[in-house]
């Protein structure tokens, strides 16, 4: 019977399907397992073969476990909120719900082509309501707590204004704005409903205030910083700006040190947990105020070393600082604004990456020194970024290397206050003292000297020792219609949130996706989008009456909202009256094993931890890390195709004729070149793609044009999308799994080549023969013999460990090895084939279950009990000894592990080997190391 794999995958999908095979119970005498992958956002070109690949590895051991008995939740939804969806939208003029509802159903029928065990059941989709509405209400329970650091965790604001009224805020130990006033008891009392409302804003976990964004103004909207490349949009490649709005931001900085914290008790890879590390920050040091020449108003700054202050020359602001407005000279504006101008175009990420531009301007204003009463200048340079820090520096040109590149370039004074320091290299190291303009810490030791330092700015009132993060709010406002409503109206321009019972918000219909004529976002097109407080139900604007008829907020939440959370909306799916239920959460707790992309690492996997905590804090979640352990998978490159185009010519040259370089190298879609690397000319020319290429000349080599390849990353701009479906067409699914597991190290990248699949499809061919004889299906009821036994359990044993290591490449590997000695012993035995179908079926689950059915079993092998390891078949009882004469080998001889030394002697010396090699002469000597060697001298 030939191997019909597509017929055999079509079968078992609609059986998994139809019996719901893999859903899961939140009750079960069973120990649970929690396998999540991170849901993919769907888009509308659909899955590549380079997507699979931490789905593959995550089912596998979803799989696995269940076989070991778990009670296994692997789920699966849709991260569908987004600006691709938008732009499509805009450009388009569809509706971007019916859009992202084709591209999921897409993606829905690929990842069911390749036989993931996921719980459908659970599916959870970020832009269905039943989902934002928990959204909006983690929200709402942002907005009403705050951070009290006796506690170390956020709290009901209502604690908060229960001590205002009895104590007013002077002894409260809370995260808060920097700028927040004392107050006392009686005068929180005698504040209007709105001034309290702003006092508590200062302390909420979401807030509004003027926040520094990027701002796209192609793209209408806000961006993160990890949604923009060398200074442009990730998505269209739009200029993005620096520019100040009033945006929702979240309070993540109250939760710096507990994040840190929590890396020591999670099983992440350490890469990953020094970038988290590195991104969030922690230094400590002292703040310092700077005085202004002429006004009433100071330069805050932070330093890590405060002892090195007696060699500040200069001090330089961010472009975006608050005071540069305020202390630029009138002679000096008119630079300092063409400056802003500049560096409002260059990105945050930009401008840390460049270490060798220096630019910069004087404002024309001095700072008085602390100590010295020295006047210094104050400058603006790029190279200081408003959301680091304070967003100004002490320039110490003989203890930085950039502030002294800054004095050098602008010939500002560099003074060198650390005896036999080469400032050349600005370097400043603890060299084991500190030699400074100051008699109080001449020849300290550096962490002396930076104490007593912190003790005098706290003494003269001007400084304090501060532990410092590098780490900033969360600007949480996009100018989007794509997104999840905010549950926020306005009164007399302060938020209020609509209550859970009115939940969700839903998105209003609107006629156009870009921001107004007058720059408002979006909803501002929208028509039906007030709240009536009375009826609380979203009504026309034009009920607006500031009585009981408000304004919606008009931005909508980032795209990192919903995936703060749905590995616990998984746990219990269909809540409609919490986000999930306490049963639910006590039983599965957390993900055991999360597989995703080293891509969100400061975004998503921050955020969502910061998110976590903040629950865990409320007592919603019983958990404060929700991922015990996480793999990066790495990438599946493409192997990219190039044709080569003579400079100034139509001509295109083959590869192998390429002499000079004096060709433009341009790439092509990998459909029209074969596995020996020669391109379909007909193909080309007619390719949509390539109508100026129509009439090109070719040069050919041997009748041919043989393309260049190139590993890259896998993209639809490079044309080396290879598309899953035809792989599984081709070859199956089970063949497509297993290849991408063969390719290499899970966490590695590596370079996908579709010639190579060929050799995983013989394999399963040959696996399907084993169980088949003359074409029919035919299983032998005979006792294994030992060496068939000791190669299941060989395999049974290297593949146990390979899973638990997540080396599936090398159980790849395990499976062709044993199924071609299984083969060359024409083994067709039940007590063999039948526990190594369970044991390839996390691999190859399709064939599995096929050869499961056939060998006469009801039902499903996902659940069957794996096979177990037994010592005992693959303990060695022979050993091949190489028999050598005066130190040669001249053959081999298999004997008994039971056999003592002289045993192996007298049977060395009957073989007849042995008496040719000999030749009738008695040997002076024989040497045998029993399990080892045997040698004869002559």
């Known amino acids: 019977m030939k191997y019909y794999f597509n017929e055999i995958e079509a079968k078992w999908q609609k059986y998994w399907s139809e019996n719901q095979t893999f859903k899961a119970e939140n009750k079960s005498e069973k120990d649970k397992f929690y396998v999540l992958d991170m ?157 309290k409302e702003l006092v508590l804003s200062q302390y909420r976990l979401t807030y509004l205030s003027e926040t520094e964004v990027n701002w796209c103004p192609d793209l209408g909207t806000v961006l993160a910083n990890d949604e923009i490349v060398n200074g442009v949009s990730e998505r269209g490649g739009f200029p993005v700006v620096r520019k100040k709005m009033k945006q929702w931001s979240m309070r993540i900085t109250a939760y710096a040190q507990r994040l840190l914290d929590g890396l020591n008790r999670i099983d992440w890879p350490q890469p990953l947990k020094d970038a988290q590390t590195n991104w969030i920050g922690r230094s400590e040091g002292a703040m310092v105020s700077f005085e202004i020449e002429g006004y009433a108003a100071s330069i805050e700054v932070f330093t890590t070393r405060p002892d090195t202050i007696f060699g500040v020359s200069f001090m330089t602001l961010a472009p975006e600082h608050e005071l540069v407005a305020k202390i630029t000279t009138k002679e000096q504006k008119s630079d300092v604004d063409s400056y802003i101008l500049s560096t409002s175009r260059r990105s945050e990420r930009d401008r840390m990456a460049d270490v060798k531009t220096i630019s910069g301007v004087f404002t024309g204003a001095y700072a008085v020194h602390p100590f010295s009463g020295e006047k210094i200048p104050v400058w603006i340079g790029d190279y200081v970024l408003a959301s680091y820090g304070t967003g100004a520096v002490m320039a110490v040109p003989c203890g930085d290397q950039r502030d002294f590149e800054f004095a050098k370039h602008f010939d500002l004074e560099i ?387 390979d899973i638990a290591n997540f080396s599936f490449n090398t159980s790849v590997s395990s499976f062709m090895i044993a199924v071609n000695e299984l083969t060359s012993l024409s083994c067709s035995k039940r007590g063999i084939l039948e526990p190594l179908v369970v044991l390839i079926s996390p691999y190859a689950p399709y064939i599995a279950e096929e050869l499961w059915s056939k060998l006469g079993h009801k039902g499903s092998v996902s659940t069957v009990d794996y096979p177990v390891f037994e010592a005992k078949y693959v303990i060695e009882s022979t050993k091949t000894y190489p028999i050598s004469f005066n130190g040669k080998m001249r053959f081999t001889k298999e004997l008994s592990l039971d056999l003592d030394k002289e045993a192996i002697e007298k049977a060395v010396m009957e073989d007849e080997r042995t008496q040719q090699q000999m030749g009738g002469r008695s040997p002076k000597k024989v040497i045998v190391v029993p399990g080892k060697i045997v040698n004869i001298v002559g």
């Not at 905010?486 to 949130?497: A, D, E, H, Q, S």
């Not at 063969?742 to 061919?765: D, R, S």
Request: proline letters at 5%; aromatic letters at 12%.
């Open 415 to 801: 003074p060198n206050i650390f005896e036999g320091q080469d400032i050349s290299e600005g370097a400043c190291e603890d060299k084991g003292a500190v030699i400074a303009n100051s008699d109080f810490i001449n020849g300290l030791k550096v962490k002396d000297a930076i104490k007593k330092v912190i003790e005098a700015l706290e003494k003269r009132g001007i400084g304090e020792g501060r532990i410092n993060y590098r780490l900033r709010d969360a600007v949480f406002s996009r100018q989007r219609y794509w997104g999840e409503p905010f549950p926020v109206y306005y009164v007399n321009g302060l938020p209020k949130m609509i209550d859970k019972d009115y939940l969700p918000v839903t998105l209003p219909d609107v006629e156009k996706y870009l921001p107004t004529e007058d720059g408002k976002p979006p909803l501002g097109n929208a028509t039906i989008w007030a709240w009536d407080t009375q009826t609380n139900k979203i009504v026309s604007n034009d009920l607006i009456d500031e009585q009981t008829v408000f304004p919606l907020e008009l931005n909508t939440m980032p795209g990192w909202a919903g995936s703060s959370w749905y590995f616990n909306r998984y746990m219990d799916a269909d809540n409609d009256n919490e986000f999930c239920g306490k049963e639910a959460l006590d039983y599965w707790q957390d993900v055991d094993l999360y597989i995703g992309g080293s891509e969100h690492t400061t975004g998503h996997l921050l955020y969502s931890r910061f998110w976590q905590k903040f629950l865990f804090d409320r007592g919603h979640v019983p958990v404060d890390e929700y991922a015990k352990k996480l793999i990066n998978q790495g990438m599946i490159l493409g192997t990219s195709a190039f044709v080569y185009r003579k400079k100034g010519e139509n001509t295109f040259i083959s590869h192998g004729l390429i002499k000079d370089k004096d060709v433009q190298p341009i790439h092509v879609d990998v459909s029209l070149v074969n596995a020996s690397n020669e391109l379909d000319l007909e193909g080309f020319k007619d390719h949509a793609l390539n109508k100026d290429f129509k009439d090109a000349a070719f040069v050919l080599e041997d009748r041919k044009y043989i393309v260049g390849r190139e590993v890259e990353k896998m993209s639809k701009s490079k044309y080396n999308v290879v598309n899953p479906d035809d792989i599984c067409r081709d070859y199956g699914a089970d063949t497509l799994r297993m290849y991408e597991m063969f390719l290499g190290p899970l966490e590695q990248a590596k370079p996908w080549n579709t010639a190579g699949i060929t050799g995983v499809h013989g394999f399963l061919k040959r696996l399907w023969k084993l169980f088949h004889n003359s074409g029919e299906f035919s299983v032998s009821e005979d006792a294994p013999g030992p060496e068939e036994l000791k190669i299941l359990h060989k395999t049974i044993k290297k593949v146990d460990e």
């Open 39 to 195: 849901f993919p956002y769907p888009s509308g070109a659909g899955l590549h073969v380079g997507h699979p690949l931490g789905y593959i590895a995550s089912d596998i051991y979803a799989r696995y476990k269940r076989h070991k008995g778990f009670n296994v939740l692997h789920p699966q939804g849709f991260d569908s909120f987004g600006l691709p969806a938008e732009q499509y939208a805009i450009q388009t003029g569809q509706h971007p719900a019916k859009t992202t509802q084709e591209n999921i159903k897409t993606y829905r029928r690929q990842l069911d082509q390749m036989g993931f065990s996921f719980d459908w059941s659970r599916e959870v989709r970020t832009s269905d309501p039943s989902y934002y509405k928990w959204t909006q209400w983690i929200f709402i329970q942002l907005f009403n707590a705050y951070y009290c650091l006796d506690a170390d965790k956020a709290k009901d604001i209502s604690a908060l204004t229960a001590i205002f009224e009895k104590h007013g805020n002077e002894k409260v130990n809370a995260v808060c704005d920097e700028n927040t006033a004392l107050f006392s008891a009686e005068e929180w009392n005698s504040f209007g409903p709105d001034q």
